[in-house]
């Protein structure tokens, strides 16, 4: 019974430092909308806000990565975007344009959360393969998404300490990714997907 407990307590926890870490994130984005108008931080926000809702409703997983290399990644990169801040520095283009580019990549991140439904999880888990919609191009389109959210937020607010914290947390990113795919691949229906579907998270790159 105490490993269970543990266990539940572990993902309360979790659950709990998501809230705060958006919580913290809403904060300064919103500061930063007051002043300016400026709406690609909102975007942001609006992903991140995604990772809420679905962290709070996921479904139980059959086969859960608990090793530390895993829970460091997953830790990184999801601690990186709520450390984002709006710098007071002019963007490298228009807030426009960078709406759109964080728009886009918002539209990715909805797509592929919506595929997932209460599938979505933070730790590398297996909760039910899911091969359609986005999933389709990419074997991340979530964290494609990020990505592009991420480089929209990094253009229009362009300052060393927000280069270094997309640095580590979309490198960390990365190594979630090829870690979700370690666990997965014992799974007959990935390991058919994965044949049909070779990139990671930039068709043509990686």
């Known amino acids: 019974m105490k490993p269970v407990r543990d ?20 904060v300064n984005l919103l500061r930063e909308f007051s002043r300016t108008g400026h709406v690609t931080g909102l975007l942001l926000l609006a992903s991140e806000f995604t990772v809420v809702v679905l962290t709070v409703v996921r479904r139980r997983a059959c086969l859960v990565d608990r090793s530390l290399f895993a ?10 975007p709520p450390l984002l801040r709006a710098s007071t520095e002019s963007g490298f283009v228009p807030d426009a344009a960078t709406a759109l580019i964080s728009g886009l990549g918002l539209i990715l991140v909805v797509a592929g959360k919506l595929t997932l439904g209460r599938s979505f999880g933070l730790v590398p888990a297996n909760r039910g393969v899911v091969v359609a919609g986005p999933y ?13 959210t991420h480089a929209a937020f990094l253009l229009a607010h362009p300052s060393l300490w927000n ?19 370690r666990l997965l691949g014992g799974d007959a229906t990935y390991q058919s ?12 790159l990686f």
């Open 163 to 181: 280069v270094i914290v997309i640095a580590i947390a979309d490198a960390a990113l990365g190594l979630r990714a090829l870690v979700e795919e």
């Open 136 to 148: 389709a191009i990419v074997r991340h389109p979530i964290y494609s998404g990020y990505l592009i």
């Open 71 to 80: 829970g460091v990644v997953t830790a990184v990169s999801i601690a990186g």
């Open 193 to 204: 997907y994965c044949q049909r579907v070779s990139w990671h998270l930039v068709p043509g």
């Open 7 to 26: 266990r539940a307590t572990t993902d309360l926890l979790a659950r709990a430092a998501i809230c705060v870490l958006f919580t913290l994130l809403s």
